[in-house]
Protein backbone atom coordinates (compact mmCIF):
# COMPACT_ATOMS: atom_id res chain seq x y z
CA UNK A 1 0.00 0.00 0.00
CA UNK A 2 1.37 3.73 -0.65
CA UNK A 3 1.64 5.44 2.16
CA UNK A 4 -0.61 8.69 2.17
CA UNK A 5 0.88 11.59 -0.03
CA UNK A 6 1.08 14.87 2.30
CA UNK A 7 -1.51 17.52 0.70
CA UNK A 8 0.16 20.35 2.38
CA UNK A 9 3.41 19.08 0.38
CA UNK A 10 1.72 18.78 -2.56
CA UNK A 11 0.57 22.27 -3.06
CA UNK A 12 3.00 23.83 -1.26
CA UNK A 13 5.15 21.88 -4.64
CA UNK A 14 2.51 23.07 -7.23
CA UNK A 15 2.46 26.82 -6.01
CA UNK A 16 6.66 26.82 -6.14
CA UNK A 17 6.57 25.21 -9.59
CA UNK A 18 4.16 28.43 -10.83
CA UNK A 19 5.60 31.39 -12.44
CA UNK A 20 6.43 34.56 -10.72
CA UNK A 21 2.95 35.82 -12.36
CA UNK A 22 1.24 33.07 -11.41
CA UNK A 23 2.33 33.10 -7.94
CA UNK A 24 1.66 37.29 -7.48
CA UNK A 25 -2.02 36.48 -8.91
CA UNK A 26 -2.55 33.70 -6.57
CA UNK A 27 -1.37 36.29 -3.61
CA UNK A 28 -3.68 39.13 -4.83
CA UNK A 29 -6.96 36.52 -5.01
CA UNK A 30 -6.13 35.17 -1.20
CA UNK A 31 -5.26 39.10 -0.07
CA UNK A 32 -8.92 40.08 -1.53
CA UNK A 33 -10.10 37.12 -0.14
CA UNK A 34 -9.30 37.50 3.30
CA UNK A 35 -10.29 41.10 2.82
CA UNK A 36 -14.01 39.80 2.12
CA UNK A 37 -13.58 37.78 5.09
CA UNK A 38 -12.57 40.32 7.52
CA UNK A 39 -15.36 42.75 5.91
CA UNK A 40 -18.04 40.44 7.47
CA UNK A 41 -16.55 38.84 10.02
CA UNK A 42 -15.28 42.16 11.43
CA UNK A 43 -18.18 44.59 12.05
CA UNK A 44 -15.96 47.54 13.19
CA UNK A 45 -13.38 48.29 10.99
CA UNK A 46 -11.26 50.38 13.59
CA UNK A 47 -10.88 47.57 15.80
CA UNK A 48 -8.87 46.01 12.88
CA UNK A 49 -5.94 49.02 13.29
CA UNK A 50 -5.86 47.89 17.42
CA UNK A 51 -5.94 44.52 16.15
CA UNK A 52 -2.51 45.24 14.05
CA UNK A 53 -1.09 47.47 17.27
CA UNK A 54 -1.95 44.57 19.61
CA UNK A 55 0.01 41.92 17.32
CA UNK A 56 2.73 44.34 16.62
CA UNK A 57 2.82 44.84 20.70
CA UNK A 58 2.57 40.81 21.00
CA UNK A 59 5.80 40.59 18.47
CA UNK A 60 7.83 42.61 20.75
CA UNK A 61 6.92 40.47 23.29
CA UNK A 62 8.30 37.72 21.51
CA UNK A 63 11.69 39.27 21.46
CA UNK A 64 11.87 40.42 25.16
CA UNK A 65 10.70 36.91 25.84
CA UNK A 66 13.88 35.77 23.13
CA UNK A 67 16.64 38.16 25.12
CA UNK A 68 15.65 37.38 28.70
CA UNK A 69 14.97 33.75 28.13
CA UNK A 70 17.69 33.10 25.95
CA UNK A 71 20.10 35.95 27.01
CA UNK A 72 21.35 36.77 23.36
CA UNK A 73 20.25 39.28 20.63
CA UNK A 74 21.45 36.42 17.41
CA UNK A 75 19.41 37.44 14.37
CA UNK A 76 17.96 40.45 15.59
CA UNK A 77 18.36 43.90 13.48
CA UNK A 78 19.00 46.71 15.84
CA UNK A 79 18.66 48.86 13.18
CA UNK A 80 15.17 47.58 12.26
CA UNK A 81 14.13 48.26 15.94
CA UNK A 82 15.65 51.64 15.39
CA UNK A 83 13.27 52.46 12.64
CA UNK A 84 10.49 51.21 14.37
CA UNK A 85 11.11 53.49 17.79
CA UNK A 86 11.82 56.59 15.14
CA UNK A 87 8.60 56.03 12.80
CA UNK A 88 6.67 55.52 16.41
CA UNK A 89 7.91 58.21 18.19
CA UNK A 90 7.10 60.60 15.28
CA UNK A 91 4.00 59.08 15.33
CA UNK A 92 2.82 59.30 19.10
CA UNK A 93 4.38 63.25 18.64
CA UNK A 94 1.50 63.74 15.93
CA UNK A 95 -0.85 61.89 17.85
CA UNK A 96 -0.41 64.41 20.54
CA UNK A 97 -0.61 67.44 18.62
CA UNK A 98 -3.00 66.03 16.13
CA UNK A 99 -5.73 63.83 17.21
CA UNK A 100 -5.38 61.77 20.55
CA UNK A 101 -7.21 58.62 21.02
CA UNK A 102 -6.56 54.67 22.28
CA UNK A 103 -4.14 53.70 19.34
CA UNK A 104 -1.80 56.43 20.98
CA UNK A 105 -1.50 54.64 24.27
CA UNK A 106 -1.22 51.46 22.14
CA UNK A 107 2.08 53.49 20.48
CA UNK A 108 3.22 54.36 23.60
CA UNK A 109 3.45 50.97 25.27
CA UNK A 110 4.96 50.02 22.09
CA UNK A 111 7.52 52.65 22.03
CA UNK A 112 8.26 51.12 25.43
CA UNK A 113 8.89 47.92 24.66
CA UNK A 114 10.69 48.51 21.43
CA UNK A 115 13.27 51.04 23.37
CA UNK A 116 13.75 48.60 26.41
CA UNK A 117 14.99 45.94 23.45
CA UNK A 118 17.14 48.50 21.79
CA UNK A 119 19.05 48.79 24.95
CA UNK A 120 19.06 45.63 25.87
CA UNK A 121 20.75 45.04 22.11
CA UNK A 122 22.93 47.83 22.98
CA UNK A 123 23.93 47.62 26.43
CA UNK A 124 23.05 43.92 27.83
CA UNK A 125 23.45 41.48 25.01
CA UNK A 126 26.32 43.38 23.01
CA UNK A 127 29.09 40.68 22.71
CA UNK A 128 25.84 38.68 20.51
CA UNK A 129 25.22 41.46 18.53
CA UNK A 130 25.62 40.37 14.98
CA UNK A 131 26.58 43.90 13.88
CA UNK A 132 28.33 42.56 10.38
CA UNK A 133 25.54 40.85 9.19
CA UNK A 134 23.19 44.01 10.50
CA UNK A 135 24.80 45.86 7.60
CA UNK A 136 21.71 47.56 5.71
CA UNK A 137 22.37 51.55 5.29
CA UNK A 138 19.78 53.55 7.50
CA UNK A 139 20.05 56.33 5.12
CA UNK A 140 19.18 54.52 2.38
CA UNK A 141 15.19 54.28 3.86
CA UNK A 142 15.22 57.74 6.05
CA UNK A 143 16.46 59.81 3.66
CA UNK A 144 13.95 58.85 0.59
CA UNK A 145 11.44 59.02 3.33
CA UNK A 146 12.01 62.35 4.71
CA UNK A 147 12.14 63.52 0.97
CA UNK A 148 9.34 62.30 -0.26
CA UNK A 149 7.15 63.26 3.00
CA UNK A 150 8.29 66.78 2.18
CA UNK A 151 6.97 66.35 -1.56
CA UNK A 152 3.87 64.44 -0.72
CA UNK A 153 1.83 64.71 2.99
CA UNK A 154 -1.53 65.63 3.82
CA UNK A 155 -3.19 68.66 2.89
CA UNK A 156 -4.79 69.91 5.90
CA UNK A 157 -5.15 72.81 8.14
CA UNK A 158 -3.07 71.23 10.94
CA UNK A 159 1.00 73.14 10.58
CA UNK A 160 3.06 72.24 7.76
CA UNK A 161 5.86 70.70 9.96
CA UNK A 162 3.24 68.55 11.44
CA UNK A 163 1.95 66.80 8.04
CA UNK A 164 5.44 66.30 6.91
CA UNK A 165 5.96 64.43 10.11
CA UNK A 166 2.85 62.78 9.70
CA UNK A 167 3.63 61.40 6.08
CA UNK A 168 7.24 60.62 7.53
CA UNK A 169 6.31 58.26 10.11
CA UNK A 170 4.15 56.64 6.98
CA UNK A 171 6.63 56.28 4.95
CA UNK A 172 8.74 54.50 7.31
CA UNK A 173 6.94 52.37 8.76
CA UNK A 174 6.52 50.40 5.42
CA UNK A 175 10.43 49.96 4.90
CA UNK A 176 11.54 49.52 8.65
CA UNK A 177 11.44 45.80 8.44
CA UNK A 178 14.14 45.84 5.33
CA UNK A 179 17.17 45.55 8.06
CA UNK A 180 15.51 42.75 9.64
CA UNK A 181 14.94 40.64 6.24
CA UNK A 182 18.78 41.68 5.60
CA UNK A 183 19.60 40.11 8.76
CA UNK A 184 17.88 36.35 7.61
CA UNK A 185 18.88 36.83 4.50
CA UNK A 186 23.06 37.17 5.48
CA UNK A 187 22.66 34.47 8.23
CA UNK A 188 20.76 32.07 6.30
CA UNK A 189 19.08 30.18 9.66
CA UNK A 190 16.00 31.97 10.93
CA UNK A 191 15.98 31.83 14.57
CA UNK A 192 12.46 30.61 15.65
CA UNK A 193 11.97 33.73 18.28
CA UNK A 194 13.30 35.92 15.24
CA UNK A 195 11.03 34.02 12.81
CA UNK A 196 7.77 34.90 15.42
CA UNK A 197 8.29 38.18 15.51
CA UNK A 198 8.18 39.11 11.92
CA UNK A 199 5.19 36.85 11.62
CA UNK A 200 3.68 38.55 13.96
CA UNK A 201 4.97 41.92 11.71
CA UNK A 202 3.62 40.90 8.95
CA UNK A 203 -0.23 40.16 10.29
CA UNK A 204 0.55 43.63 11.80
CA UNK A 205 0.81 45.10 8.20
CA UNK A 206 -2.11 42.89 6.93
CA UNK A 207 -4.63 44.02 9.45
CA UNK A 208 -3.23 47.55 8.92
CA UNK A 209 -3.53 47.62 5.48
CA UNK A 210 -7.44 45.91 5.89
CA UNK A 211 -8.22 48.16 7.89
CA UNK A 212 -7.36 51.39 5.16
CA UNK A 213 -8.46 49.24 2.23
CA UNK A 214 -12.04 48.56 3.91
CA UNK A 215 -12.62 51.87 5.33
CA UNK A 216 -12.32 53.73 1.99
CA UNK A 217 -14.54 50.67 0.06
CA UNK A 218 -17.00 51.45 3.29
CA UNK A 219 -16.80 55.00 2.96
CA UNK A 220 -17.17 54.89 -1.25
CA UNK A 221 -13.65 56.68 -1.33
CA UNK A 222 -15.25 59.67 0.69
CA UNK A 223 -12.22 58.50 3.04
CA UNK A 224 -9.53 59.46 0.69
CA UNK A 225 -11.00 63.59 -0.01
CA UNK A 226 -10.94 63.41 3.69
CA UNK A 227 -7.42 62.81 4.06
CA UNK A 228 -6.62 65.72 1.38
CA UNK A 229 -6.76 65.70 -2.17
CA UNK A 230 -3.35 65.21 -4.56
CA UNK A 231 -1.27 61.98 -4.14
CA UNK A 232 -1.31 61.76 -0.38
CA UNK A 233 -4.26 59.40 -0.21
CA UNK A 234 -3.21 57.31 -2.53
CA UNK A 235 0.46 57.22 -0.98
CA UNK A 236 -1.01 56.18 2.19
CA UNK A 237 -2.88 52.84 0.16
CA UNK A 238 0.30 52.83 -1.44
CA UNK A 239 2.35 52.50 1.48
CA UNK A 240 -0.33 50.00 3.37
CA UNK A 241 0.46 47.90 0.18
CA UNK A 242 3.95 47.78 0.05
CA UNK A 243 4.91 47.31 4.02
CA UNK A 244 1.98 44.34 3.28
CA UNK A 245 3.67 42.78 0.41
CA UNK A 246 7.70 42.51 1.74
CA UNK A 247 6.45 40.27 4.58
CA UNK A 248 4.44 38.21 2.25
CA UNK A 249 6.67 35.91 1.08
CA UNK A 250 8.21 35.39 4.58
CA UNK A 251 4.71 34.76 5.86
CA UNK A 252 3.59 31.87 3.28
CA UNK A 253 7.05 29.98 3.92
CA UNK A 254 6.27 30.97 7.66
CA UNK A 255 2.60 29.40 7.71
CA UNK A 256 3.76 26.81 5.16
CA UNK A 257 6.37 25.30 8.13
CA UNK A 258 3.48 25.83 10.49
CA UNK A 259 1.19 23.91 8.41
CA UNK A 260 3.57 21.03 7.65
CA UNK A 261 4.32 20.62 11.84
CA UNK A 262 0.52 20.56 12.45
CA UNK A 263 0.45 17.79 10.04
CA UNK A 264 3.05 15.52 11.78
CA UNK A 265 1.66 16.39 14.62
CA UNK A 266 -1.72 14.99 13.81
CA UNK A 267 -0.55 12.04 11.83
CA UNK A 268 1.88 10.85 14.53
CA UNK A 269 0.41 12.68 17.78
CA UNK A 270 4.27 13.41 18.09
CA UNK A 271 4.42 16.86 19.59
CA UNK A 272 8.06 16.77 19.89
CA UNK A 273 7.54 18.93 16.44
CA UNK A 274 5.53 21.72 17.98
CA UNK A 275 7.60 22.40 20.80
CA UNK A 276 10.41 22.61 18.37
CA UNK A 277 9.35 24.98 16.02
CA UNK A 278 7.59 27.41 18.74
CA UNK A 279 11.16 27.51 20.58
Known amino acids: ?33 ALMALRFIVHDHDNLFVGAEAVHSIGILVLIFKLTKERTCAGISLKSQELTAIFLAVRLYCSFVMEYDIH ?32 FALYFVIAPCAVLALLIHPSTSHYFVN ?27 VEPFTAHYVFALGIAR ?17 LLVALGHGLWPSMVLISEIVQTFIL ?32
Open 1 to 33: MRPARNPIHIVSVWVQRQPPKVKAFLAVVLGIV
Open 104 to 135: TLLDLATLATTLWVIYMIRFKLKSSYMEDKDN
Open 163 to 189: RVFWAFCVYLEAVSVLPQLRVMQNTKI
Open 206 to 222: FLSCAHWVLQVLDSRGH
Open 248 to 279: ADFCYYYVKRLALVFYLVISTNNFSSMFNFLS
